[in-house]
């Protein structure tokens, strides 16, 4: 998510408008003229030693002091934002293009050729910017955040996907010991994290679906480790319940599952947990 952004006259390298939505990198008057004479040099070695006019591919994006540094260039401002490292950089380009657009379409002297020769310097006139920035920024965050819930709603069916065929077996448990079963399973329950106290564990298996994370504000770390406890406790208990047959059983009813959704599981960043419980343990 965009940290910080700032608006350059390209020529002199003066602020014209900075906005900060998390602690300022720096003043912004003495982190400008750096980032513009970052630019500036990355400007001067992207020209070929052969090349007799002075043509360049002027830098998109640098990785610098853990954040991701994104610029564009119009005729007469440079546009620049600071984001999280693991942000795409084509997704902060796209926004960093609507709030050009924006500013342009407020401010349309700035694209006077003239202008940097006449802008006296003055700031006060661009700060009611501010108020469409912080909208944009604000739609954003909302939008981030539906597309993070949709990912971790993916997770949960991944793993309810491969509880619901594990449990397929659990008939087949010798009579007496499912109350075993059951009876670990609430014991697991009561170690989970308190966004999980809706979580159901029947003869049918794990109910993990009743974790809405559109509507509870649950930290994708803490779902994360939850489902993870789950998924090993259980694999685990099956395993001493099944023995030499837990080898059987994973191959039949949960490799054909892992095969055939296997991108969808490593884009999600499940791969290795998954083969550490079910292959390596």
């Given at each position: 998510m965009i940290r910080e952004v700032w608006i350059l006259d390209l020529k002199s390298g003066r602020n014209i408008f900075n906005r900060a939505y998390a602690k300022a990198v720096s003043d912004p008057d003495?982190?400008?003229?750096?980032?513009?004479?970052?630019?500036?040099?990355?400007?001067?070695?992207?020209?070929?030693?052969?090349?007799?006019a002075r043509e360049f591919k002027a830098i998109e994006s640098i990785e610098m002091g853990g954040l991701k540094w994104v610029y564009i260039e119009d005729p007469n401002l440079l546009f620049i934002t600071?984001?999280?490292?693991?942000?795409?950089?084509?997704?902060?380009?796209?926004?960093?293009?609507?709030?050009?657009?924006?500013?342009?379409?407020?401010?349309?002297f700035v694209l006077d050729p003239e202008f940097s020769d006449?802008?006296?310097?003055?700031?006060?006139q661009f700060e009611v910017f501010t108020e469409k920035m912080d909208e944009l920024y604000q739609d954003w965050k909302k939008a981030q955040k539906i597309t993070k819930a949709a990912e971790l709603m993916d997770v949960i069916e991944v793993y309810q996907q491969l509880l619901h065929l594990l449990s397929k077996v659990t008939h087949t448990i010798?009579?007496?010991?499912?109350?075993?079963?059951?009876?670990?399973?609430?014991?697991?329950?009561?170690?989970?994290?308190?966004?999980?106290?809706?979580?159901?564990?029947?003869?049918?298996?794990?109910?993990?679906l009743t974790l809405n994370v559109f509507q509870q504000d649950i930290k994708e770390h803490e779902l994360r480790k939850g489902l993870s406890q789950i998924f090993r406790f259980y694999v685990d208990l099956m395993r001493e319940i099944f023995k030499d047959q837990m080898k059987e059983i994973v191959s039949?009813?949960?490799?054909?599952?892992?095969?055939?959704?296997?991108?969808?599981?490593?884009?999600?960043?499940?791969?290795?947990?998954?083969?550490?419980?079910?292959?390596?343990?």
């Open positions: 003495l982190l400008t003229s750096f980032l513009t004479a970052l630019y500036r040099f990355a400007e001067e070695i992207s020209c070929s030693p052969d090349q007799k600071a984001a999280e490292m693991d942000d795409s950089s084509n997704e902060i380009r796209a926004q960093l293009n609507v709030i050009k657009t924006n500013f342009n379409d407020k401010f349309e006449n802008w006296d310097g003055n700031t006060s010798v009579k007496g010991r499912e109350k075993i079963l059951d009876q670990k399973m609430e014991t697991i329950k009561q170690l989970l994290p308190k966004s999980f106290k809706n979580v159901n564990y029947t003869e049918k298996g794990w109910d993990l039949k009813l949960a490799f054909p599952y892992l095969k055939k959704d296997w991108d969808r599981i490593r884009k999600l960043d499940l791969d290795k947990e998954f083969i550490q419980t079910l292959l390596i343990s």
